[in-house]
């Protein structure tokens, strides 16, 4: 048997920082991180000893926390994630609070987030802006399942469509568009660190611009006159997405910084 304080031992010497660990073995026990600082001497029966023995090789071999844990929070909210789906990001909290702001003055806004993942996005939204009608779509109908699942464990109320960009859009138009699609560029050697994520959500073509002039180049059809397109793209994109949004017909183009001033989400509206 051993006890938590040896339990953080073990992980220090597995490779695994500190916090991770703390929230490993609370993950394993059951408890909080206050409950552990002040229980350190509590014991670990030997079938938390090898769950957690499991879970510190895995996350020495770089699997997402989130994963092995199953959640993550995101702009207040508790979400839960598989290897289906992105680990939402805090850089992504940079577009959700934009959007908010513009949607702020909105009566009854229809909103679209497209390739949503775990629904973090647009439940972001429906939280903090109830009156907004939130849709999202995503290709992958694994993805569409955790999003349902959040949806649901959440109480927030929002429509989920599987579609492949505009593919299964139909005619519709909406007050605001949001998205933050794969933009890594295929082949990029940051990818090795993020091989345990679905490649689908991260690549898109060798600039890694596909997906964002997809996006761009059908939205028009798609938001109302006035109705803005937010996007986050990768840090040296900005000038790539803004151009275009100009070429495609936006005025007002802007980009915003990410809290580590990383220029991270552009986003325009149609004229
Ligand atoms: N922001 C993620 C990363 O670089 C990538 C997310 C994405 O491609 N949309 O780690």
Same mark, same amino acid.
């Given at each position: 048997?051993?006890?938590?304080?040896?339990?953080?031992?073990?992980?220090?010497?597995?490779?695994?920082?500190?916090?991770?660990?703390?929230?490993?073995?609370?993950?394993?026990?059951?408890?909080?991180?206050?409950?552990?600082?002040?229980?350190?001497?509590?014991?670990?029966?030997?079938?938390?000893?090898?769950?957690?023995?499991?879970?510190?090789?895995?996350?020495?071999?770089?699997?997402?926390?989130?994963?092995?844990?199953?959640?993550?929070?995101?702009?207040?909210?508790?979400?839960?994630?598989?290897?289906?789906?992105?680990?939402?990001?805090?850089?992504?909290?940079?577009?959700?609070?934009?959007?908010?702001?513009?949607?702020?003055?909105?009566?009854?806004?229809?909103?679209?987030?497209?390739?949503?993942?775990?629904?973090?996005?647009?439940?972001?939204?429906?939280?903090?802006?109830?009156?907004?009608?939130?849709?999202?779509?995503?290709?992958?109908?694994?993805?569409?399942?955790?999003?349902?699942?959040?949806?649901?464990?959440?109480?927030?109320?929002?429509?989920?469509?599987?579609?492949?960009?505009?593919?299964?859009?139909?005619?519709?138009?909406?007050?605001?568009?949001?998205?933050?699609?794969?933009?890594? %560029?295929? !082949?990029?050697?940051?990818?090795? &660190?993020? +091989? $345990?994520?679905?490649?689908? @959500?991260?690549?898109?073509?060798? #600039? =890694?611009?596909? %997906?964002? !002039?997809?996006?761009?180049?059908? &939205?028009? +059809? $798609?938001?109302?006159?006035? @109705?803005?397109?937010?996007?986050? #793209? =990768?840090?040296?994109?900005?000038?790539?997405?803004?151009?275009?949004?100009?070429?495609?017909?936006?005025?007002?183009?802007?980009?915003?910084?990410?809290?580590?001033?990383?220029?991270?989400?552009?986003?325009?509206?149609?004229?």
């Amino acid at each position: 048997m051993i006890t938590v304080a040896e339990g953080l031992v073990q992980a220090r010497h597995a490779g695994v920082d500190r916090l991770d660990a703390q929230l490993l073995l609370g993950h394993v026990l059951g408890r909080s991180r206050s409950w552990l600082l002040a229980n350190d001497d509590a014991a670990l029966d030997a079938t938390q000893q090898q769950h957690l023995r499991q879970l510190l090789t895995r996350r020495a071999g770089g699997e997402p926390l989130a994963y092995l844990v199953g959640e993550k929070e995101f702009h207040g909210l508790t979400l839960q994630v598989s290897p289906a789906v992105l680990v939402p990001r805090p850089d992504t909290e940079t577009l959700v609070d934009w959007a908010l702001e513009l949607l702020r003055g909105a009566n009854d806004p229809q909103v679209l987030d497209m390739g949503t993942g775990s629904g973090a996005i647009a439940l972001a939204l429906k939280h903090a802006c109830p009156r907004a009608r939130v849709s999202a779509l995503d290709a992958s109908a694994e993805a569409l399942a955790v999003a349902r699942g959040n949806a649901k464990r959440l109480q927030l109320d929002i429509e989920l469509l599987q579609s492949d960009w505009w593919q299964g859009v139909g005619g519709r138009r909406f007050d605001m568009i949001v998205s933050n699609p794969p933009y890594i %560029a295929e !082949g990029d050697a940051h990818l090795a &660190a993020l +091989q $345990h994520e679905p490649v689908q @959500a991260l690549t898109s073509g060798v #600039h =890694g611009l596909d %997906a964002l !002039g997809q996006i761009i180049s059908g &939205a028009s +059809q $798609h938001l109302n006159t006035g @109705a803005w397109l937010l996007l986050e #793209h =990768g840090h040296d994109q900005a000038a790539a997405v803004a151009s275009l949004l100009v070429t495609a017909g936006f005025g007002e183009v802007t980009t915003r910084p990410d809290l580590s001033g990383t220029p991270r989400c552009t986003g325009g509206r149609r004229a």
